[in-house]
């Protein structure tokens, strides 16, 4: 028991640190769905030579993969590109200048990332974002496996449903979403095959639920002097489920995370975007005449987020309204020592500038099951279930070295207790 215990913190740990569906859901809870809304006041730094909208014209070419960009030699702004200033377009991109070149038909910059407190003097930006899942107001989902390069589209079977399968090794991956405006409905399969037709597999089902994102950053004298970031009504219902047989000594760990709704936010000139991810990780240690089957469903709704004043940073958060009930079958056991447990983080959000990848900061819950079965002089079989809650900032994005990490929650219950246990 021990054993599981300790795969179980370890994987709580992994989920909420590491970057380590029903037909008739719930109706979400009722109060006035407003609009989105967003405040910009903002003086930005001399340093900054800026292309408004009105001004896009100048802009000959793009490359926003290389964030390479050619400008008219015409245009009263291109004399002032300079190697070290910052540029920043029109809700296309912000960067510091790294190179200039005048052919005489064009100018041409390339360009090194920048901080965004190189970019603001002065002033408040922020929004109050109203995330459902519409498919007019969700970016079609990408998914990035950890050790493959680049991201994986989701492919279209409607206008609401999109899904995927990707063979990787031993695994196979199988995600399928389906946007319905108030929720989302989501699937994730992981397979591994084993030797001798052993297999070990790992579901998570659900329904993650519209929510709300209010950020507020505010600077003077170009640096941020507050930073306030709260999810509101982080609602979801899942079912977790892990089947596994004979897989021998080999622990299995792996982590995928998977971005499955991308939203635009619009303030100003920039152009942050909100990734609901998924974050799944598992361990197991099955003898080749060993099993193990867990099943657990979970309902949460709570908010989560953190303030920063300029120089500490605080989280805020509890586990709020939740439910943790077995789903069938809890039952593990071998000739010898067994040990399992699967879990996710969902939903996970972070934030992220001009879709660089610049991630700020995450709120997520995270669900996990464990079993375990030991024998000898007091043979003893445990299920155990746990529901998390983290957040965690970098403000490497303002220039500064504070990172931080929390937990900020931590619920622990038996499921299943039996035999001749501590």
């Known amino acids: ?31 006035e769905w407003k609009a989105t809304s967003t405040t910009y006041n903002v003086t930005l730094t001399p340093n900054t030579v800026y ?32 190697v070290g200033k910052i540029l920043l377009l029109w809700r296309k991109d912000v960067r510091k200048i790294a190179k200039v070149t005048n052919t005489g038909t064009a100018v041409t910059v390339e360009t090194d990332s920048c901080t965004l407190n190189e970019v603001i003097q002065d002033g408040t930006l922020g929004w109050d974002y109203a995330a ?34 990707l063979d990787f090794g031993d695994y196979i991956y199988k995600v399928a979403i389906k946007l319905k405006g108030d929720y989302m409905y989501t699937k994730i399969g992981v397979e591994k095959k084993l030797l001798q037709g052993f297999r070990a597999s790992f579901t998570a089902e659900g329904n993650v639920y519209k929510f709300r994102q209010q950020s ?33 000594n080999d622990a299995i760990n792996f982590e995928l995370p998977i971005v499955v709704a991308k939203y635009p936010v619009a303030v100003g000139p920039f152009v942050f975007f909100i990734n609901v991810k998924i974050q799944v990780v598992a361990n197991c240690v099955v003898p080749a005449d060993g099993s193990s089957n867990l099943n657990a469903k979970f309902s949460y709704e709570t ?39 699967f879990g996710i983080g969902f939903p996970r959000t972070e934030l992220d500038l001009f879709g660089t990848g610049l991630v700020v900061p995450y709120v997520q819950p995270g669900i996990l099951v464990g079993g375990d079965f030991t024998t000898g002089i007091h043979p003893c079989q445990t299920a155990q279930v746990a529901f998390v809650g983290g957040a965690g900032l970098n403000m490497g994005y303002a220039g500064m070295t504070l990172k931080k990490s929390w937990t900020l929650w931590n619920k622990q219950l038996y499921l299943l207790k039996a035999g001749d246990c501590p």
């Open 303 to 341: 908010d989560a987020g953190f303030t920063f004043d300029g120089v500490n940073a605080n989280p805020f958060g509890n586990e709020g309204t939740n439910s943790i009930v077995k789903d069938g079958e809890l039952a593990t056991a071998s000739s010898s020592a067994v040990a399992a447990s």
């Open 216 to 248: 507020t950053m505010k600077f003077s004298n170009a640096t941020l002097q507050q930073f306030d970031h709260i999810n509101k009504r982080i609602k979801a219902d899942m079912t977790l489920r892990l089947a596994a047989a004979g897989s021998g």
């Open 51 to 82: 292309f408004d909208s009105t001004m896009m014209n100048a802009v000959t070419s793009m490359d926003t993969v290389n964030h390479v960009y050619s400008f008219s030699p015409s245009h009263p702004k291109t004399s002032l590109l300079e």
């Open 132 to 165: 459902d899942f519409s498919p007019s107001t969700v970016i079609l989902p990408t998914m990035s496996v950890l050790g493959q390069k680049g991201n994986h589209v989701m492919t279209p079977m409607g206008n609401d449903t999109f899904g995927i399968r």
């Open 1 to 31: 028991m021990k054993y599981v215990l300790t795969v179980c913190l370890c994987l709580l740990a992994f989920i909420m640190n590491n970057g380590c569906g029903s037909s008739n859901p719930n109706s979400p809870t009722t109060e």
